[in-house]
């Protein structure tokens, strides 16, 4: 009997992700993923990208389903996943050459954006690169029916989340020294944003 955790969404998002990461990390050797998930992210790029080591993290409650997806795919480049929590840690003492995001900024309340953000800056390396992926809005207002319906949802479920503002991210990221490279349309209305250092 097959119990892993499976988000119909990461079946759906991958290769469209997966099209945008290639080239973005084509120099990168290391990656964090910050939140991954079910751990179905990391297995599908791992694969694909067998240069990177791919570091899972989540908070604790969500190894274990990682640990089974790590564990049956056998990959050589996904070590053990890392319990992290963006606003209490432990992050990782280590320096990456990017980090990885997807579906996270709208499902945190903004002081843990905030902290992701300083959390990042302590972990991406000098010409690291950041990419993120998932819903935002632009000028204040939603790209789509379907976005606003979704943050009504959102806000429902939790009053702290919220479809963030791409602006105000991107002020977060060129905050701890992050330009915009890329800002990629992505399907079902979502975004796949790439930050850079250096």
Not at 44 to 58: K, R, V
Request: glycine share 8%; with cysteine; charged share 20%.
């Amino acid at each position: 009997m097959n119990d892993k955790p499976f988000a119909p969404s990461c079946e759906r998002n991958r290769d469209p992700i997966l099209e945008v990461l290639q080239p973005a990390l084509r120099d990168a050797r290391s990656v964090l993923e910050i939140g991954s998930g079910t751990g179905q992210h990391a297995v599908h790029f791992a694969a694909a990208l067998p240069q990177l080591t791919w570091q899972t993290s989540e908070r604790a409650e969500h190894l274990p389903g990682i640990v089974q997806w790590l564990d049956e795919a056998a990959l050589p480049n996904t070590p053990a996943p890392i319990p992290l929590d963006v606003a209490d840690g432990p992050w990782p003492q280590a320096r990456f050459d990017a980090v990885f995001t997807a579906n996270t900024l709208h499902i945190m309340g903004w002081p843990q954006v905030q902290a992701f953000f300083a959390g990042v800056d302590g972990v991406l390396g000098e010409a690291g690169t950041l990419a993120v992926y998932g819903p935002f809005n632009y000028g204040g207002a939603y790209t789509s029916e379907s976005n606003a319906q979704f943050d009504d949802w959102l806000k429902a479920r939790d009053p702290v989340s919220a479809i963030r503002d791409f602006e105000t991210v991107d002020a977060l990221a060129r905050g701890i020294g992050l330009r915009l490279a890329q800002d990629h349309a992505m399907p079902a209305n979502n975004r796949l944003v790439v930050w850079r250092r250096g």
